[in-house]
């Protein structure tokens, strides 16, 4: 047997495995029009192509229990890669997963309360009403002209999700709080207060300041919903993985403060790893469950 048919062995079958203990347990249920077993199969093809920044095979360097971990969390999710609804990153020996905000958007609208989703970005010179109602924000008016459509004049994004009781919740980030989640990510897209320009968040920052007000809203609404555990673990994991953890945060903070050897600047340095570290958009490494692979 070929080390690629070894490997699919101990990371494609066991999740199919698994995946049928779930079923049989009634832990998950997936949509109607979603089959498991396609969805791993068109996983594995495009994971022989995916490589690292150094062009190694993700196959080759990336941990099983990573690999298995991550499709095991593709399909319990029920995201299909081949409909872009998510995609394979390697950090270092470690594969994760990360959705797009389709598969996002796809996700939440299974959840048994959700019939409808609608997002918008802001644009500088739209006119934008918001009122509060018991504690709630709600936007009662929205008005943008053509002209005012520039990604380089957005000032915010919301999300809007529509429950089956007919009542709403609405998520607004402002481009201040958007950046600074950008600031977080992965993808090192901003350099200081700027965007980058070359980053994909520069290229495409309407499509990407949507995706993370996206996802805010998405999680703090499967947080509160009573689908299934499995589901709702595996969700907040994906959307998780597009954020620095503690190593980078502390990496990132090590690097600045020996491009400043001062003692007042290292106090101050270290007060905000601890502040970013209890952030909502961080992972703690050594809380990322084995699920017994």
């Known amino acids: 047997m070929s080390d690629l048919a070894l490997l ?5 079958d066991v999740v199919t495995k698994k995946i049928a203990e779930f079923k049989n347990t009634g832990e998950i249920k997936f949509p109607e029009t979603y089959c498991p077993e396609n969805a791993l199969k068109s996983a594995w093809l495009i994971l022989q192509e995916v490589e690292t920044k150094d062009k190694k095979k993700a196959l080759d360097v990336c941990s099983k229990d990573s690999i298995a971990n991550t499709l095991l969390d593709m399909v319990i999710q029920g995201l299909s890669p081949a409909k872009k609804q998510c995609y394979f990153i390697p950090y270092g020996s470690q594969l994760q997963l990360q959705r797009s905000y389709f598969g996002t958007l796809a996700i939440t609208k299974r959840l048994k309360e959700i019939k409808d989703i609608r997002s918008q970005v802001i644009f500088e010179d739209d006119e934008l009403e918001i009122t509060i109602e018991d504690g709630s924000r709600k936007i009662t008016k929205h008005i943008q002209k053509l002209q005012n459509i520039d990604t380089n004049k957005i000032i915010g994004a919301y999300t809007i999700i529509e429950k089956t009781d007919e009542t709403i919740y609405t998520e607004i980030m402002s481009m201040a709080q958007i950046m600074q989640a950008w600031r977080q990510s992965k993808m090192y897209p901003m350099d200081g207060d700027k965007i980058k320009e070359t980053s994909v968040h520069g290229k495409f920052t309407d499509q990407m300041a949507l995706k993370t007000v996206i996802n805010r809203a998405c999680k703090n609404f499967a947080n509160t919903s009573d ?59 050594d809380e990322e469950p084995s699920r017994g692979f």
């Open 227 to 285: 689908d299934s555990d499995i589901l709702i673990e595996s969700f907040n994991r994906t959307t998780e993985n597009e954020y620095k953890g503690e190593k980078d945060v502390k990496r990132d903070i090590s690097q600045e403060i020996e491009e400043n050897a001062n003692k007042e600047e290292i106090d101050f340095k270290e007060e905000v790893v601890n502040e970013v570290i209890e952030g909502d958009f961080v992972v703690k490494e």
């Open 8 to 12: 699919k062995k101990d990371t494609v």
